[in-house]
């Protein structure tokens, strides 16, 4: 969405509104028998049943299905009759059974911005980021299907979730609604939580279709990188977790690529998506994306959030350009069966919601286990961690742990399970500026680590001034210092610091006392200029309803942490491509060009191609254990399968994610990941894996050929532990390939 507001304002609506909302004939209107209605036979594929319910519709409903309104009041806006009151709404029509499509944000649980539905909480997953950081396609499977099942029992059957563009600038501003740099990760991650969340019968996007890969003029740029790249990069991210994950609708971007509207673009949404890719579902703007009724021609196929444009594109405009032949009638007609299509597959029709009572304790187990598998132990000197149960005095300072955890701002923004517990604002300029606010809340990480050690002597100390921080931190045997670095929509970070002087902070307490710990609730990768004396350093990204305890889990040693950075931490802003972020100090409205010169050597690649040694690597992350690797086997052929065995040579269980990755291609490309392995180990246990490589990533695009393609040729892997931490290595043939885009 287009807003970047996470203050909770007064109740808008009340219980009997809500009731009535849902009550709606549009949610979900009781269809007559089969015969009458032949569409509503489940035993028919869904391109037929919207093949027979589309020709039934008169011109009039067409144009109503193929756009949207905010659903939410503000700027101008009211809450439709019929919605429920969130992101968006399309009224459905009654006499053919056709449901309301009721459209929530977003992928870190279902948002309830303004506080709309007052006293709607919903339970909030850690960032997509942490996430990611679990290497584990089960575990995003499990949290978009918690957010599914809380979404259709709250009467939404739309999630605009599924955010996938890759992490090219640790300061771009919805890092943490992303999965990864790396376009595997990334699309297996996004298209398993896609698929958990249609599994609940309601359907999820995946967005920012594509390359909105920053928020600093995400209206202006235009994103300037070869086809080959494109394919090879972010649009493969696209293509993996549309495979997987068989999104009902795919959301376009703000941002031009190749100077055309992402959602006016014809190579992005013809010729790729529905072409070569041959995507059957529908493709909906962004609140205030579009910009001309020749979207339509162009393959967008609903306007979502209409008053956000300058005029509602896609109603009587679209509706005159149909009557005088500037779009096709077909073309209309395509657009409301792509939709139908996806309301059909997903099981809008069959299975509309039934709002009713949702077990929030079961949900906050999920969460809990999310951050605990996210949470990524970064460095650990002389085995500081974990924490002894024993230890007597312990210093927790700063980032607000004594009220809660930190969540990421804009449209994604949770009303967590028990409401905020501390509201900080942080100001700006008008229209959104004075929304602008973290917020706090779930478990405080505090009362979580006072609870693991009942019998010690634990204090808090808001960390305002480092001489007061430093002397509480040299009384205690440990000190915790929790860091925060709030991200949020529409605006991007200036730098890899961690604001209000919070580096200080860190250096002052570490200075006084060795035993100190950070733990870091950031949307990315940040700049340590204290991490030479810092005893250790956890990153928990924004970690959701069940943080606080999810970070004491792993303190105190009663979880292993088995996180993995799905992002590079570079040394600091020298190491990106674009040191300073482009369109910086540019007016507000003035286009220019986001030239990703990296083209697909995003992250770890390109360091890997330079030379550059980062911070933190991909794929790091440090355990309680230890693990070996031996036994490698490479086999090659008609594709490339990698075995190995992994053993905990340690002394207690704990998990580990082996990564297999490409050192040496067939024409010498550079490093990049082929697959991985999650593994729990009980200590000396040995695991057999086996790794199949993606065959694309193998080869390189022909835009020539207009095919993926590879010659026959000798191809070298490694497998390690992190993108520069490679343990195993080994070669095999490959035959020659071509794979249709």
């Not at 919903?122 to 995003?140: E, G, K, M």
């Not at 013809?270 to 609140?287: A, E, T």
Request: some cysteine.
């Amino acid at each position: 969405m287009a807003f970047a507001i996470n203050r909770l304002l007064a109740a808008l609506l009340g219980a009997a509104a809500l009731a009535a909302a849902l009550a709606a004939p549009g949610l979900a209107a009781a269809a007559p028998a089969a015969a009458q209605r032949p569409w509503m036979d489940p035993a028919l594929d869904p391109d037929r049943r919207a093949t027979l319910l589309e020709h039934e519709l008169t011109d009039d409903e067409r144009i109503a299905l193929v756009h949207g309104d905010m659903a939410m009041p503000i700027l101008g806006a009211k809450i439709p009759a019929g919605a429920i009151g969130s992101a968006g709404y399309v009224p459905g029509i009654p006499r053919l059974g056709i449901p309301a499509l009721q459209e929530t944000d977003a992928s870190l649980g279902v948002s309830n911005l303004l506080e709309m539905r007052r006293g709607d909480v919903a339970t909030a997953l850690p960032s997509t980021l942490a996430i990611a950081a679990s290497f584990d396609p089960a575990l995003s499977y499990a949290a978009g299907a918690m957010i599914g099942r809380e979404a259709w029992l709250k009467g939404f059957n739309v999630l605009l979730g599924g955010g996938n563009n890759l992490i090219r600038d640790p300061r771009s501003g919805r890092n943490f609604e992303y999965y990864s740099e790396d376009p595997l990760l990334s699309g297996v991650m996004a298209g398993e939580a896609i698929r958990g969340t249609q599994d609940q019968h309601v359907v999820s996007t995946v967005k920012h279709y594509a390359f909105g890969d920053q928020e600093t003029g995400r209206m202006q740029f235009s994103a300037r990188i070869g086809e080959a790249a494109a394919r090879a990069s972010d649009l493969l991210a696209f293509e993996i977790a549309i495979e997987r994950g068989r999104p009902g609708a795919v959301m376009c971007a703000y941002n031009r690529y190749a100077g055309v509207h992402a959602c006016e673009n014809e190579f992005l949404l013809q010729r790729v998506l529905k072409g070569d890719w041959g995507y059957p579902g529908w493709v909906m703007s962004d609140w205030g994306a579009v910009h001309a009724v020749a979207a339509a021609k162009a393959g967008l196929d609903q306007e979502s959030g209409a008053q956000r444009d300058p005029k509602i594109w896609f109603g009587d405009p679209l509706a005159a350009a149909v009557r005088a032949g500037e779009v096709p009638r077909q073309r209309l007609s395509e657009m409301v069966h792509r939709i139908l299509r996806s309301m059909f597959a997903v099981g809008l029709f069959d299975h509309p919601p039934v709002p009713a009572a949702i077990d929030y304790a079961a949900d906050g187990t999920v969460a809990r286990r999310a951050a605990q598998q996210g949470i990524v132990l970064l460095a650990n000197r002389d085995g500081l961690l974990p924490l002894p149960k024993t230890v007597r005095r312990v210093a927790v300072i700063g980032g607000h742990a004594d009220a809660g955890v930190l969540s990421g701002g804009g449209s994604s923004q949770v009303i967590p399970v028990g409401g905020v517990k501390r509201l900080v604002p942080v100001g700006g300029e008008p229209p959104f500026g004075p929304y602008m606010s973290m917020i706090f809340g779930g478990a405080a990480p505090y009362a979580a680590i006072k609870s693991r050690v009942p019998q010690a002597s634990v204090h808090y100390i808001n960390g305002r001034y480092p001489k007061s921080a430093a002397d509480a931190a040299r009384r205690a045997d440990v000190a915790i210092v929790f860091a925060n670095q709030w991200l949020g929509e529409e605006g991007d970070a200036p730098d890899m610091s961690l604001p209000e002087g919070q580096d200080e902070l860190i250096a002052a307490v570490a200075a006084a006392n060795p035993h100190t710990i950070v733990v870091l609730q950031t949307g990315g990768a940040v700049r340590m200029p204290w991490l030479a004396r810092a005893g250790a350093v956890l990153e928990a990204w924004y970690p959701g309803q069940q943080g606080g305890e999810a970070i004491a889990d792993v303190l105190f040693g009663e979880v292993d942490p088995g996180g993995r950075l799905p992002v590079t931490f570079p040394v600091d802003e020298a190491q990106l491509p674009r040191p300073v972020i482009a369109g910086s100090g540019l007016a507000g409205d003035a286009p220019f060009d986001l030239d990703l010169g990296e083209g697909a050597e995003v992250g770890y690649r390109g360091l890997a191609a330079r030379g550059a040694a980062p911070r933190f690597a991909f794929g790091h992350g440090l355990s309680y254990t230890r693990f070996e690797y031996g036994g490698l086997r490479v086999e090659g052929g008609g594709g490339l399968s990698v075995s190995f065995d992994v053993r905990n040579t340690g002394a207690r269980a704990g998990v580990d994610v082996p990564q297999l990755y490409l050192t040496r291609g067939c024409a010498g490309e550079p490093l990049r990941l082929l697959g991985w392995s999650r593994v729990e180990l009980a200590a000396g246990e040995t695991r057999h894996v086996t790794v199949v490589a993606e065959p694309r990533l193998l080869a390189a695009f022909d835009t020539l050929q207009h095919r993926w393609r590879h010659p026959a040729c000798r191809v070298e892997v490694a497998v390690g532990a992190s993108s520069v931490d490679l343990r195993l290595r080994g070669a095999a043939a490959l035959d020659a390939a071509t794979i249709a885009p």
